[in-house]
């Protein structure tokens, strides 16, 4: 009787991990265009140049748009836009053009190096009504992906979420926070 219990139990975990493993992502397909709806944030479909770079872009906009508790048509003083990856991975310079265009319709946009440059000791921002905004790393395959995305303005105001995404015939549409979500 044990025995069987254990081959039950071992073929559940087998068969979990065979459904994990047909979940990985690797990256992105091709649109550019960006609009937003009370529902949705979605590209529309071009060509497929850089795709990771209208992901970013729509990313970008659903948080900015969507995810804060600033309201809607809110402008921040200032956005500061980390120039990489939150995991370090560079941006192509589409990637980066594609992260600043869609930030500056919510404030004037300061691109940095490092996170740490755009705040004080006590975690407030240098500029007072300002956030930093990181995106990526970004994953995925040709009609689904997940991006990275964080909003932070102070020591105890932030979010930090995944965004899963779907590529349509209109382009990709950010469907949602995955996992987890931070808020602070």
Not at 43 to 68: G, N, P, R, S, Y
Not at 167 to 176: M, R, S
Request: glycine share 10%; hydrophobic share 45%.
């Amino acid at each position: 009787m044990q025995k069987r219990i254990a081959l039950v139990v071992l073929t559940l975990v087998l068969a979990l991990l065979a459904a994990s493993c047909g979940n990985e992502t690797e990256t992105a397909a091709a649109t550019t265009t960006t609009t937003t709806t009370a529902a949705t944030t979605t590209t529309t479909q071009a060509t497929a140049a850089d795709t990771t770079a209208d992901l970013l872009a729509a990313a970008v906009t659903e948080l900015l748009t969507k995810d804060t508790s600033f309201g809607a048509g809110h402008r921040f003083t200032k956005l500061f836009v980390v120039g990489h990856m939150d995991d370090g991975t560079p941006f192509t310079d589409a990637e980066l053009q594609a992260v600043v265009d869609a930030a500056s319709a919510f404030g004037p946009v300061e691109v940095i190096a490092d996170a740490e440059l755009a705040r004080t000791e006590s975690l407030e921002p240098i500029v007072p009504g300002a956030a930093i905004v990181t995106a990526g790393p970004v994953g995925g395959s040709e009609d689904r992906a997940t991006v990275d995305m964080a909003l932070w303005c102070g020591g105890l105001c932030g979010i930090w979420l995944t965004y899963g995404a779907d590529l349509t015939d209109a382009g990709w549409t950010i469907t949602g926070p995955i996992g987890p979500i931070a808020v602070s």
